[in-house]
């Protein structure tokens, strides 16, 4: 194998959210990670129709049809265009977008999740199930909080006694039907269950590398 198919084969499965789109915004190819993100199955659909299929299906960016259409309207504008977004997995993505020689527009998404846990402080608080997310998403894409469990507490739980009971490292989330979640960092399956009776949790249920917040709390 020459370097130019090693290096186009580590791009190909790596991190990066990688696509290209020819001059009328259709896609040409994309890698794993844009694809998985966008849930798409295949290639020559217009951006805004990836963008409405996957506000359709509940996944891709956090926001709703009006910002889709508005970014629509401005996308490729500019020569070079690179901004921050909200996903509905939890995660915060920057993207760079580029117009090509050929007219066509070639885009790369970076996770900012791991670099946004400095920076977004949760001790202490109680978060809504967004804001949960996110925090949850930055964890699990951070090696140094694995291994990551988290449990689950009754939905009419109290939430201040929960915050009175947590450690500091810990973070609490409401999810919109009402539970409480407590996200464990730097705790194994052992540590956690020695934890459940001190937080009155109903269960605890081990993060598995690679799969995403939502994919962890539909486990919880």
């Given at each position: 194998?020459?370097?130019?198919?090693?290096?186009?084969?580590?791009?190909?499965?790596?991190?990066?959210?990688?696509?290209?789109?020819?001059?009328?915004?259709?896609?040409?190819?994309?890698?794993?990670?844009?694809?998985?993100?966008?849930?798409?199955?295949?290639?020559?659909?217009?951006?805004?129709?990836?963008?409405?299929?996957?506000?359709?299906?509940?996944?891709?960016?956090?926001?709703?049809?009006?910002?889709?259409?508005?970014?629509?309207?401005?996308?490729?504008?500019?020569?070079?265009?690179?901004?921050?977004?909200?996903?509905?997995?939890?995660?915060?993505?920057?993207?760079?977008?580029?117009?090509?020689?050929?007219?066509?527009?070639?885009?790369?998404?970076?996770?900012?999740?791991?670099?946004?846990?400095?920076?977004?402080?949760?001790?202490?608080?109680?978060?809504?199930?967004?804001?949960?997310?996110?925090?949850?998403?930055?964890?699990?894409?951070?090696s140094r909080a694995w291994p990551l469990c988290v449990a689950q507490l009754e939905a009419g739980a109290e939430a201040a006694a929960l915050l009175a009971r947590v450690r500091g490292e810990d973070v609490c989330l409401r999810l919109d039907d009402?539970?409480?979640?407590?996200?464990?960092?730097?705790?194994?399956?052992?540590?956690?269950?020695?934890?459940?009776?001190?937080?009155?949790?109903?269960?605890?249920?081990?993060?598995?590398?690679?799969?995403?917040?939502?994919?962890?709390?539909?486990?919880?």
């Amino acid at each position: 194998m020459d370097d130019a198919q090693l290096w186009w084969q580590t791009l190909a499965g790596g991190p990066l959210l990688l696509a290209l789109f020819d001059d009328e915004d259709r896609l040409l190819q994309a890698n794993a990670a844009y694809r998985a993100a966008w849930g798409l199955s295949g290639t020559g659909a217009p951006w805004q129709a990836q963008a409405e299929a996957a506000l359709a299906a509940g996944c891709g960016p956090l926001w709703e049809r009006e910002a889709l259409l508005r970014a629509a309207a401005e996308r490729g504008r500019l020569p070079t265009h690179a901004y921050e977004q909200s996903w509905r997995d939890g995660r915060r993505l920057w993207w760079v977008e580029q117009r090509t020689e050929s007219g066509g527009l070639a885009c790369t998404g970076l996770d900012l999740s791991a670099a946004l846990r400095s920076r977004t402080p949760t001790t202490g608080r109680l978060l809504d199930e967004p804001a949960g997310r996110e925090a949850l998403q930055a964890l699990l894409v951070d090696s140094r909080a694995w291994p990551l469990c988290v449990a689950q507490l009754e939905a009419g739980a109290e939430a201040a006694a929960l915050l009175a009971r947590v450690r500091g490292e810990d973070v609490c989330l409401r999810l919109d039907d009402g539970r409480l979640i407590v996200v464990l960092p730097s705790t194994g399956p052992a540590q956690a269950q020695a934890l459940v009776q001190r937080l009155g949790a109903l269960r605890v249920t081990e993060a598995h590398w690679g799969e995403t917040a939502p994919e962890l709390l539909a486990r919880a």
